[in-house]
T-cell receptor, first 112, second 115 residues
Framework: GENVEQHPSTLSVQEGDSAVIKCTYS??????FPWYKQELGKRPQLIIDIRSNVGEKKDQRIAVTLNKTAKHFSLHITETQPEDSAVYFC???????????FGTGTRLTVIP | NAGVTQTPKFQVLKTGQSMTLQCAQD?????MYWYRQDPGMGLRLIYY???????DKGEVPNGYNVSRLNKREFSLRLESAAPSQTSVYFC??????????????FGPGTRLTVL
């Protein structure tokens, strides 16, 4: 099956700075890469996703980039705010399957 | 429109006891999933059901069974609970018919402690 690795496990940034979280995947057949945000005690919620036919996708302060050759993808959050503090999970899904393989998560803390 | 619901929210069991976690979705999704979440290990898939009438093992199925009761409901059963099954359990669903969407919608979770 797919193996997704995520780094760093914790990340602290000053409010207004940017944050970058990186993931690698192992199976070249993976073609869907979502990012989920999980606030303390809450359920994971999708914040952005990208498919393998696209190299970059943006949604306001959030962007995701995908490098299929290197099998890695990254989440970029600009102008961070305290409400961005949460655990972020990357995931990958193999073409033709519904299953998601998750990374181990990054705890982001935005310091006011 | 409640989305994905789970019961119970909290449960404490003794080793060897059994219980069933219930999950229901009202989004007409084809696929449903059960995950467990442990500190530092992310979300790991226990079982999934790609469509009504089918179930398959995920990464960590040992000690669990599932039933896709109908399109809306997907239950997870622990026959003989062990302390290693102490975790937060999330149910999720995805896939509107004909739309091929991979986005998974999660329930609020069940916090299970096995003593």
């Amino acid at each position: 099956g797919e193996n997704v690795e995520q780094h760093p496990s914790t990340l602290s940034v000053q409010e207004g700075d940017s944050a970058v979280i990186k993931c690698t995947y192992s199976d070249s057949a993976s073609n869907y890469f979502p990012w989920y945000k999980q606030e303390l005690g809450k359920r994971p919620q999708l914040i952005i996703d990208i498919r393998s036919n696209v190299g970059e996708k943006k949604d306001q302060r959030i962007a995701v980039t995908l490098n299929k050759t290197a099998k890695h993808f990254s989440l970029h959050i600009t102008e961070t705010q305290p409400e961005d503090s949460a655990v972020y999970f990357c995931a990958a899904s193999i073409r033709g399957a519904n299953n998601l393989f998750f990374g181990t998560g990054t705890r982001l803390t935005v310091i006011p | 429109n409640a989305g994905v619901t789970q019961t119970p929210k909290f449960q404490v069991l003794k080793t060897g006891q059994s219980m069933t976690l219930q999950c229901a979705q009202d989004m007409n999704h084809n696929s449903m999933y059960w995950y467990r979440q442990d500190p530092g290990m992310g979300l790991r898939l226990i079982y999934y059901s790609a469509s009504e009438g089918t179930t398959d093992k995920g990464e960590v199925p040992n000690g669990y069974n599932v039933s896709r009761l109908n399109k809306r409901e997907f239950s997870l059963r622990l026959e003989s609970a062990a302390p290693s099954q102490t975790s937060v359990y999330f149910c999720a669903s995805s896939g509107l018919p004909g739309q091929g969407s991979n986005e998974q919608f999660f329930g609020p979770g069940t916090r299970l402690t096995v003593l």
